[in-house]
């Protein structure tokens, strides 16, 4: 299913209010509970590339090696 912003706003707003009923254009839909709603929301966010994907951190490591050739 396609989302939209307009969807994702809605959405938002009823976490926001504590709703469980979401409006928009000519739909309505009540949800179970507010985890419901942000899984729902969550699920907008990552269809609409709005989700920050996990960052890579890279941690350098320095070591001294032995100098062989030393006497």
Known sequence: MAFTTTQLAAIEEAIASGTLTVKYSDK????????????????????????????????????????TDEK
């Open 28 to 67: 309505q839909v009540t949800y179970q509970s507010t985890t419901e709603l942000l899984r729902v929301r969550d699920v907008i966010r990552r269809e609409l590339g709005l989700v920050a994907t996990a960052s890579t951190r890279v941690y350098p490591s320095v070591s001294k090696f032995p100098d």
